[in-house]
Antibody, heavy 117, light 110 residues
Framework: QVQLVESGGDVVQPGGSLRLSCAASGFIFSHYGMYWVRQAPGKGLQWVAFIRFDGDYEFYTDSVKGRFTISRDSSKDTLYLQMNSLRGEDSAVYYC????????????WGKGTTVTV | QTVVTQEPSFSVSPGGTVTLTCGLSSGSVSSTYYPSWHQQTPGQALRTLIYNTNARSSGVPDRFSGSILGNKAALTITGAQADDESDYYCVLYMGGGIWVFGGGTKLTVV
């Protein structure tokens, strides 16, 4: 059974840093691209970042470029999001999601972890 | 900046049919944007319903269908049930490793 479990969410001061983790199981982690998607309180979903299956390519939404870094450790089947210079508008539930093979969509989602700035 | 548009809210009667749409602030949505649809119900994990415009994810009832209608992607629910009451999000792949979500549609079944 494919499962994604996020952790690391916390309350942090503006300007602070936080690292989120997403533990993956039930599939060959190193074969799939991964996403971070967030949802501010009372708002819709926002794509944040994507990392290719091999970790060689990373992409970010404009508002987090230069502040957030997505990474992965295939030896631990874990996805990360390093968040620096945090702002109030970064407060959200952060979800990780798995890419569906070589297709351009998310097919499995975690339940999220909450970041409050 | 590209904005993906969705109806903020929609209402459907039990057993009725509803079509939610996903458009672009500038231009038309086509299959080359690989539209997908995701359901968010409080207390549950996000669920992918439709991908690549009209392909149903495993386990998704066939009352959910996707299409391109005019210049928009569309999600149609035929024979709506009470537990279809959720928020529905479309997301488009813009190319270059960039995805954009629509603002979501809150569906009420009454």
């Amino acid at each position: 059974q494919v499962q994604l479990v996020e952790s690391g969410g916390d309350v942090v001061q503006p300007g602070g840093s936080l690292r989120l983790s997403c533990a993956a199981s039930g599939f060959i982690f190193s074969h799939y691209g991964m996403y971070w998607v967030r949802q501010a309180p009372g708002k819709g979903l926002q794509w944040v970042a994507f990392i290719r299956f091999d970790g060689d390519y990373e992409f970010y939404t404009d508002s987090v470029k230069g502040r957030f870094t997505i990474s992965r450790d295939s030896s631990k089947d874990t996805l990360y999001l390093q968040m620096n210079s945090l702002r109030g508008e970064d407060s959200a539930v952060y979800y990780c999601a798995k890419q569906a093979g070589n297709f351009y969509y998310m097919d499995v989602w975690g339940k999220g972890t909450t970041v409050t700035v | 900046q590209t904005v993906v548009t969705q109806e903020p809210s929609f209402s459907v009667s039990p057993g009725g049919t509803v079509t939610l749409t996903c458009g672009l602030s500038s231009g038309s949505v086509s299959s080359t944007y690989y539209p997908s649809w995701h359901q968010q119900t409080p207390g549950q994990a996000l669920r992918t319903l439709i991908y690549n415009t009209n392909a149903r994810s495993s386990g998704v009832p066939d009352r959910f269908s996707g299409s391109i209608l005019g210049n928009k992607a569309a999600l149609t629910i035929t024979g709506a049930q009470a537990d279809d009451e959720s928020d529905y999000y479309c997301v488009l792949y813009m190319g270059g490793g960039i995805w954009v979500f629509g603002g979501g549609t809150k569906l009420t079944v009454v």
